[in-house]
């Protein structure tokens, strides 16, 4: 499976922006996507995932202004994120289980601040 993310940047606090992140590879059987991110000095922290079996599921840090969504036709996962603040700056990468295997793609840097 390789992973493609894009659509960081930098922004405002306040602004928004929206991740994306496509698919390719032997994506049959995926049964979560997800996006994790990862600040300076921190570890890499789960940001949302939505699966069939599950639903979605969100960090508290986020619930409310982050929302992940997934396009079937197009194998693509995105994650719109509204009222960014300083402590959700951090390198966000994507992120897919299959058959109980962990598959990472490059982070996408975003940075918010004034």
């Known amino acids: 499976v390789q992973l493609q993310a894009s659509g960081g940047g930098l922004v405002q606090p ?7 992140c496509d698919a390719s ?9 997800g996006w994790y991110r990862q600040a300076p000095g921190k570890q890499r922290e789960l940001v949302a995932t939505i699966s069939v079996a599950a639903g979605t599921n969100y960090a508290n840090s986020v619930k409310g202004r982050f929302t ?3 396009v079937i036709a197009s194998n693509t996962v995105y994650l ?5 603040k300083s402590e959700d700056t951090a390198v966000y990468f994507c992120n897919v289980v299959r058959h109980g295997v962990n598959y990472w793609g490059k982070g ?3 940075t918010v601040s004034s």
Do not use: K, P
């Not at 590879?25 to 996507?33: A, C, D």
């Not at 719109?80 to 960014?84: E, G, I």
């Open 14 to 20: 306040g602004g928004s922006l929206r991740l994306s």
């Open 80 to 84: 719109q994120m509204n009222s960014l």
């Open 68 to 70: 992940i969504s997934r």
């Open 25 to 33: 590879g032997s994506i049959f059987s995926i049964s979560t996507w």
């Open 108 to 110: 996408t840097l975003v």
